[in-house]
Each structure stands twice: as C-alpha cells, then as structure tokens.
C-alpha cells in the first residue's frame, strides 16, 4: 500500500504521464527514451536519427529496461545493486522529471532523475549529446537519502540494449610493449566480459574501449557499428549479455570486482562517463567521430599546434651528466628539433637514480649528475632555441629511498603479506589526503623550482598486486580502487589548471593509462615503450580507432630495436613516426652523417605536413591484419591536403601492387600528388602519377597502383589540391 501511495504522489507532483518519451539526439544519432505506465524508463530506439524524430512515438518499438535494478522481475545483470540501510538487497526505480540544458552550443546536457519506489535512494542519469561529432557522454549520479549508509555493490555508468541476428565484439588487449591488438569475436548466449583489476596502470592487458558491430562483423565503411569508450583510470569492466530473446545489454563503467562502496548518508556517487557513438557506415566513421570530439572536448590544446621533441633516454638510460646532456641539447638544435626531453635519473642524492632500484620519491636534483641544478639544463635549451621537459612518476617510491623509510605506511599494501614490487617499486596510496598532498606538490615543487620547465612527461609504472590501505578503515577497504582514481584525477586537474601552458604527456610503461578522463589533463599520450616500427604499425592501428592522432607521441629509435631486436630501415622508422606526433630516441651522435642529412630533411617534411596529420581526419584504407600492405591516409578539414601512408610490413616473393583507393576527397577537386620523405631525390615510387593532376572522384574510384617490393619499404604520398 506504501508503495502504491509513494508512487501516485510522485506522479501527481510532477504531473507526468505515461508513455512520455525523451529523445536524445546529435546531428546524426537518436537515443529515445520513454516512460512507461508503470513510471519505468525504458529504452526504445537507438540508431541513426530520422528526420522527423516524433514518428518513433507513432507505434509501440522496443521496451528494454533503460537502467536495470537488483531485486526486481529483472533477472539479468543489474546495472545498480544495492543494499539498503535496513539491510533490503532490492531497488525499484520509477521516474521522478527530466531537464535539459545546453552547456554551449554544441552540447545538449539531459538529466533524467528516477528514486527507488520506497527508499530515499535517488539515481540521476545524465547524458551529454556532442551534436556535431555525434558522441553521448552518459553516466550516472546516486544519491543516499536514507536513514543511515547503504551499500553499493554494482554502479554501471551505462545500460544499452540492441536487437540484431548477431553480434560482433572486438575488444582492444595486449601487454607492455604490445598494445592494442585488435580481437573480434562473436558473442553467443550468456555473457562476455572485458574489465581491468589492476587498479593503477589499469590499461596494460586490456584498454577501455569497444566495437560493437551488429549482424556482420566489423567494416572499415559498412554496417552498423558502435564504439564505447569509459573515461576513467581506474578498474573497467564492459558486460556483453545476450539473453534467450537473442536481445543484447551492455553495461558499462567502474568494475564492481572487490569495489563495494559504502555511501553515507547525504553523499553522492558519480560514475564515470561512457563515450558512446552509433555509425551505419562502418567503424571508420566511429573514429572520425572520437578523433573530431576528442581535439575539442577530450584532450587538453587539441587545437594547438605540438613540438617535435628529442628524449635521451635509450641513449642513456640513466647514465649521464651534465656534458653530456649539453652535447645532446646541442645535436638536437642543429638537427631541427623543437624540444629536449630529460628522461628517467636525474633526481636522488642520499640514494642517487642511477638505477630502477632507488632514489624514486626523493625528488631533489641529483647534485653529483647536475651540479648546477635543472635550471642549467633549461637555459641550454632555451638559448638554442629549444624548449625543456623532464620526467616524473610521483604515483610511485623505491623501497630504497628517503620517502619510504620516513612513510612506510603510506604505500598500498595489505598487513601480514609480502610486499611484492615490479620494477623495484611500490605504489603510493592515493586515498590518503596526506599523500594525495604530497604527490600533489611534487609535481607543483618541480615546477616552481624550476621556472622555464616546458612539458612533463607522468610516468606510472606498475600495477597494484595486494591492495590494502593504511589510512582507509576496516570496513571501507574496498573503496581504495575508487578513491585513488579519483584523487588521481583531482590532482591532474589541479596542475593543469596551474599550468595551463606546460605540456603534459601520458605515460604509462607504454599505453598502461590511456583514457579520456586522464587525458583531458594532458596535451599527449605514449601508447607504447617499444618504438619498433613493424610494432608500432599494429599499435598505433588499435589505438587510433578512438584516441586522437594529435596525442599520438611516436617516436624514432635506435635499430637494431632495443626491445625487439628488429634492424629496420631509418625510412621506415621515420614514415612510422611521421604518421604520429614526431619524436625521437636515436640520438644524432649514433647517426652516419648521410642519415643526419636524411634526418634533418625528414624533420623539415614533417614540420610542413603535421597539421594535416595532427588535425586531420583519418581514413584506413587497408589493414595490416588482412594484407601484407597496410594504407592509411589524413586529410585536411578543407580537402585541400591529404598525406597518404603506405607500408609493406610482410614481403612478398612478388612485388605488391594492389590498388590504393583514397577515401574522403572532394570528388568536384582536382588534386597533383607526390612522394615525400623519399631517399633519392631522383626516383619515386608514384613517378607515373607526378605531374599530373587527378580529380577526387578518380583517386577514389579507379585508385593508384604502384609497386612496393623490398622488406620493410614504405612510400608516404602528398596529395595537394590544384586552385
């Protein structure tokens, strides 16, 4: 009877009836919502937006449950769980009112606010339409109202639901040193799940993100496709449900694994957003959707131009000083680099970093290296010309170090177990304020000390393996996954709010952090530590289908590879690097002096081509999963500019001569093209087409044809529109 009553008053309040719907709409997509007579919100459509959206309300289209509780007749996985105060495992949402507003003009915010039918327990679902780039950020707001806490166990960010004869999943997996390798698989009856449990660096067996494409499998410019991708650093986990009706739900956000969190009474708990897009023309228009988005709202200067920079780290490792670093500033202005980057080792004097096994923590200027300090460093950049970086990783401490032995009680670990390290390390708890303070001014103090600093390079180099914290209570042990997340989060945007022109790039090991609520805090990210560049082709593929090409720091190493082993051509080395956000580790005193000349050029041709590559939208063309050859090309916003990337990565007995059809040029222009970045001046593998001048529609339709034969060759063509 309770009930009953509760819920009438609820309706006569708000004066809603049934069978409202809410619509959620960009450009392109719709997401229709509807309220149902029993005040239920229900999912009814989501899929390309019509023209005349008030028809999906004509005739009755699905009713799937658009934010799944525990408890109820729902007897899938439940995208809120919770126990209430008086111990009831059970929530029944009913919808309260929805609002809209728009933060600026290309966003439409929508909240939707539901309580449970009996308890003071209120869930806001909020959605974000970017009706340009055609992206739904959605997540979800719980409120505790209640007498006393309650205890969450499952809090999704997200429930969508799709009907199609089959579904395809490709997930994003690999390890240090391999990342974002492509899997598709198909999905079956029961579940699928792809999650992280490593709490920090949480990206390094499997990233967070997905394509889910329905009826047929994945297509580059085909079928209906859609892409996901959770902005958090913290543990994932995305769940694919197909149920006995052959209808799918995906839930995603925080993994709830160890996770239950307790919400006191008057607290609200925000989960992260799930960035979302819907595509009926294949994952390519997925990408073009994230990258677009992504330069405005994802990552921090997306419309800022980016520095070629040169890092000392496999030419040093951790063994320099001041000479040098000055020898190496020098080689780097004289051969065109923009900026220096003073990596791992330059801090630690009691325990001086001369190795991974010490001295992390202790960030004071090591004075036996760097007798006149950091400052020194920065005006032997500055008066060549060249800006200055360094590194940090102030998540972590070496047992050997000045820091552990005064807070010992400040890293995660649980009591009575070994405290087990990788990379010689362990892991500062974040969900202590007096650490989260401490991290805090580490990067703040560096930065102060040390005015002239020009970029930051945030490294995180382990993940967690005993999870316990010291300052953490008995009974909220399993906060610590949520809370050093989003003190993480607070403290990068503190220091990108102070510094808002330093350069910040993320780093992880490699691609261990890559995620749209880190990387509005930073200008680039490093997807992977191997610099090989057959490696980099299969990483760099995976992790441009959602994160942004103008982050994208690739750089040029030293062959044979120091990871790989692999001796590959300096060409090759450079196209690939070329094809991202130029850097390099090869260091000009390693180079002949007829590869410094190839070198300086080939800086020179990307300082002309980059806003193209950084800014411009990318088309793959042919992928390196399915052909010995793999094509990839950006364009220019105007179609006035395209820079065309080719690359044989398995030879051949025969050469390869499969045609190339460019994507994305005005078919009306007339375009000239040739190949640059070339060895010899006087040969080019497109010398047919040099010259010449080919309409859009041509380069499109009946496409180039040139040969590529020799192991790890590669051909990058610049196409020009003729005015």
Not at 33 to 47: H, M
Not at 195 to 204: A, E, I, P, Y
Request: with cysteine.
């Amino acid at each position: 009877m309770r009930y009953l009553v509760t819920t009438l008053c609820l309706m006569l309040a708000i004066g809603v009836f049934a069978n409202d719907f809410i619509t959620i709409t960009t450009d392109n997509t719709c997401l229709l919502l509807k309220v149902n007579e029993k005040k239920k919100l229900e999912q009814s459509y989501f899929g390309k937006r019509t023209r005349h959206l008030d028809e999906l309300e004509k005739v009755p289209l699905k009713d799937y449950n658009a934010y799944a509780t525990f408890g109820t007749s729902h007897v899938f996985e439940a995208a809120l769980r919770v126990t209430h105060a008086d111990g009831n495992t059970s929530t029944d949402l009913v919808y309260i009112s929805s609002k809209s507003d728009r933060p600026d003009d290309n966003i439409v915010h929508t909240v939707i606010s539901l309580k449970d039918a009996y308890y003071g327990l209120y869930v806001d679902l909020h959605y974000n339409a970017y009706q340009k780039e055609n992206i739904i950020g959605q997540w979800a707001e719980i409120r505790n109202a209640e007498n006393n806490s309650v205890r969450l166990e499952n809090f999704a960010s997200s429930d969508l639901s799709f009907y199609a004869k089959d579904y395809f999943v490709s997930q994003f997996h690999g390890d240090w040193a391999e990342e974002m390798n492509i899997a598709e698989q198909e999905l079956t009856p029961g579940i699928k799940i792809i999650d992280s449990k490593l709490g920090v660096r949480t990206n390094q067996y499997t990233h967070p993100c997905f394509l889910l494409s329905l009826d047929n499998p994945v297509e580059e410019n085909h079928g209906e496709v859609i892409g996901g991708t959770l902005a958090w650093p913290g543990n994932f986990q995305f769940c694919f449900e197909v149920n006995n009706d052959q209808e799918l739900r995906v839930l995603s956000g925080i993994n709830p694994y160890a996770s239950a969190y307790t919400l006191d009474k008057d607290k609200s708990f925000k989960t992260p957003a799930l960035l979302y897009t819907y595509s009926n023309e294949g994952s390519g228009e997925v990408t073009r959707n994230f990258h677009r988005w992504a330069r405005k709202y994802g990552i921090k200067n997306g419309d800022k131009e980016r520095s070629i920079l040169l890092n000392n780290w496999e030419a040093t490792y951790f063994d320099f000083d001041e000479p040098k670093l000055t020898r190496i500033i020098d080689d780097a202005s004289k051969m065109g680099f923009e900026l220096f980057l003073l990596d791992d080792g330059w801090f630690g004097n009691k325990y001086p970093r001369n190795g991974d096994n010490a001295g992390l923590g202790d960030w004071q200027t090591n004075k036996k290296k760097l007798p006149n300090g950091i400052p020194y460093l920065i005006n032997e950049c500055h008066k060549r010309g060249l800006k200055f970086g360094i590194w940090v990783e102030p998540e972590m401490v070496n047992p050997k170090s000045e820091l552990y032995e005064k807070h010992p009680d400040w890293i995660i670990a649980q009591p009575h177990r070994e405290r087990t390290e990788q990379r010689n390390q362990l892991i500062l708890d974040l969900s202590n304020p007096k650490v989260q303070e401490f991290v805090y001014n580490t990067v703040d103090n560096i930065l102060q000390e040390n005015p002239g600093i020009d970029y930051v390079k945030w490294d995180c180099n382990r993940f967690v393996y005993n999870p316990g914290s010291s300052y953490l209570a008995a009974g909220r042990q399993s906060h610590l996954w949520i809370d050093y997340s989003n003190a993480l989060l607070e403290i990068m945007n503190k220091i990108r709010v102070k510094y808002p022109d330093v350069t910040f790039m993320l780093c992880s090991g490699g691609g261990g952090r890559i995620d749209y609520a880190s990387m509005k805090n930073f200008d680039e990210y490093w997807i992977s530590d191997n610099n090989d560049p057959l490696q980099r082709i299969f990483t760099q593929w995976g992790a441009q289908y959602f994160f942004p090409t103008i982050g994208l720091a690739s750089h040029v190493s030293v062959s044979p590879n120091h990871i790989s082993g692999r001796s590959t051509p300096l060409k090759y080395r450079f196209d690939v690097a070329m094809a991202g956000k130029l850097g390099m580790d090869l260091q000009p005193v390693q180079m002949t002096d007829e590869e410094k000349v190839f070198s300086r050029n080939a800086i020179e041709t990307y300082k002309k081509i980059r806003k193209t590559v950084l800014h411009g939208d990318l088309y793959r063309i042919l992928s390196p999963y399915k052909n010995n050859r793999t094509v990839f090309m950006y364009i220019s916003e105007d179609k006035n500019e395209a820079i065309v990337f080719n690359f044989l990565v398995r030879k051949e007995i025969k050469p390869n001569i499969q045609t190339i059809y460019l994507q994305g040029l005005d078919p009306d222009m007339k375009y000239t093209l040739k190949e640059i970045n070339k060895i010899s001046p006087d040969w080019s593998r497109s010398s047919a087409y040099e010259g010449k001048e080919f309409s859009g529609d041509y380069l499109m339709n009946v496409g180039l044809t040139f040969p590529m034969y020799n192991e790890y060759e590669s051909v990058v063509l610049q196409l020009n529109s003729v005015r």
